[in-house]
């Protein structure tokens, strides 16, 4: 079965920096790779996907690349802001319609310091 | 409206009780997921159902017993609770792509 790690644990950085998260997984038929986002007590909420059929999205100041061959993925967060500060998680699945599994990673506790 | 929305938000029970957690989504999805989230945050697939059906079950014990009466709700009865069983449970509902997620219950045994 699927199982995606995810690194690192925990993340602080200044506001204004950049901040990096990286995600590896293990099946070769994983095609979605979303990027969720957790406020503390808030449920987790999708910020940013990417299919396997492109290599980088970008939306405003995150973006998503994937290397399929060495089956890994980013989160990247520019010019980081307070608000940013989160529990993010990675995942992995298959597009598919009949109750195929999301799998997360461990995620990472991102903090920004102002 | 909400999309996905479970209840109760807040459990506290004694060890040893059985509870339920119901789950509901208006979105016309046909997958559902129960997730277990611990005090680490790690976000745990228990049970996946499609159209009302069992599909992955990731070896949870038995005590855990989702029920589907149609494919817009996806409840889960937990029989004599432990300690261990406190988390966060997440309900989510999904068709190909993003997972919508209800707003958490806390289950803390006490």
């Known amino acids: 079965g699927e199982n995606v790690e995810q690194h690192p644990s925990t993340l602080s950085v200044q506001e204004g920096d950049s901040a990096v998260i990286k995600c590896t997984y293990s099946d070769s038929a994983s095609n979605y790779f979303p990027w969720y986002k957790q406020e503390l007590g808030k449920r987790p909420q999708l910020i940013i996907d990417?299919?396997?059929?492109?290599g980088e999205k970008k939306d405003q100041r995150i973006a998503v690349t994937l290397n399929k061959t060495a089956k890994h993925f980013s989160l990247h967060i520019t010019e980081t802001q307070p608000e940013d500060s989160a529990v993010y998680f990675c995942?992995?699945?298959?597009?598919?319609?009949?109750?195929?599994?999301?799998?997360f990673g461990a995620g990472t506790i991102l903090r920004v310091k102002s | 409206d909400t999309a996905v929305s479970q209840t109760p938000k807040y459990l506290v029970t004694q060890m040893g009780n059985d509870k339920s957690i119901k789950c509901e989504q208006n979105l016309g999805h046909d997958t559902m997921y129960w997730y277990k989230q611990d005090s680490k945050k790690f976000l745990k697939i228990m049970f996946s159902?499609?159209?009302?059906?069992?599909?992955i079950n990731e070896t949870v014990p038995n005590r855990f017993s989702p029920k589907s009466p149609d494919k817009a709700h996806l409840n889960l009865h937990i029989n004599s609770l432990e300690l261990g069983d406190s988390a966060v449970y997440f309900c989510a509902s999904r068709r190909g792509g993003e997972a919508f997620f209800g707003q958490g219950t806390r289950l803390t045994v006490v």
């Open positions: 995942a992995a699945s298959r597009w598919v319609e009949y109750g195929n599994k999301l799998v």
């Open positions: 990417i299919r396997s059929n492109v």
């Open positions: 159902y499609n159209n009302k059906e069992l599909i």
